[in-house]
């Protein structure tokens, strides 16, 4: 008896988990036994105590682990593909594969990761002190950002709250490189992004170069992938979470 295919998937920033029903909707039609889930990543916040990568990483695997044994792939769209990132280096046993949508690595340069760190503070300010359609419509406008679409949003004031805290905590000038993370590129793994977002094509071409990794441009997509290529994304979370066939002697 083969052993179950079970897909996790994680928004990005602003998303929520039924972002991801056009991608499943695609994967159901051609895989209808796999398990597809799409938790929101912000149960896992230890709101308790300050928000860390590590902590996010130790609640949302601790939630895996209770999940019957399965072949685990994990899928991650912009911030959701950082955390999946946390989630593999913490525990990559738990996982046979990975895809990283509109996902970056990691920065280098100590002065990049101070100027996005501080970046995300301004941010993560205007995020508590404006109207929430205000910082939205600034949101938005960002270049990396335009292209594309996504359905619209409304939060209440504590998700809103919540939301600044993960601009502090889970800032990209906080994360590590993971291009370092040997235990990471061992996962067989698609990295995607679209052609319109400049951006993260050239991003993809700083990751190692190994049998394991797969890179994809999708033609006139920005970065929001999930929501201007559902197809396409679905195609690529069935191409690695498919075992390799060996070949014949």
């Known amino acids: 008896m083969s052993v179950k295919i079970r897909v996790v998937a994680l928004h990005g920033f602003l998303g929520h988990a039924a972002d991801w029903q056009p991608v499943f909707d695609e994967i159901r039609a051609l895989r209808p036994n796999w398990e597809l889930l799409a938790p929101d990543w912000m149960e896992f916040l230890q709101t308790d105590q300050p928000l860390t990568f590590a902590g996010w990483a130790n609640r949302f695997l601790g939630w895996c682990r209770t ?6 792939t994990i899928v991650g769209y912009s911030l ?12 990559p046993e738990l996982w046979s594969a990975g895809v990283f ?10 002065k990049e990761k101070l100027a996005r760190w ?4 301004d941010w993560a300010r205007e995020f508590r002190q404006e109207d929430f359609a205000t910082v939205l ?6 270049p990396v950002l335009q292209g594309g679409s996504e359905p619209d949003r409304n939060f209440n004031r504590n998700h809103v709250a919540l939301l600044s805290q ?14 370092d993370r040997m235990d990471l590129w061992h996962l067989r793994q698609i990295w995607a992004a679209g052609t319109r977002d400049r951006k993260f094509s050239e991003l993809l071409k700083t990751l190692p170069e190994l049998p394991e990794i ?3 441009e999708v033609d006139e997509a920005s970065h929001r992938l999930i929501f201007d290529a559902p197809q396409e994304v679905a195609h690529f979370i069935m191409r690695a979470s498919m075992p390799p066939v060996p070949l014949e002697a």
């Open 67 to 72: 999940l019957p044994a399965a072949k685990n």
């Open 101 to 110: 949508l509109s996902t970056n690595p990691g920065l280098v340069d100590p």
């Open 166 to 179: 993960c601009l502090n905590s889970f800032s990209l000038g906080l994360q590590n490189d993971f291009r």
């Open 80 to 91: 959701g593909g950082r955390l999946a990132l946390h989630a593999v280096d913490r525990q």
């Open 118 to 121: 501080q970046s995300d503070q």
């Open 137 to 142: 419509a600034k949101w938005n406008s960002q």
């Open 214 to 216: 797969q890179k994809w």
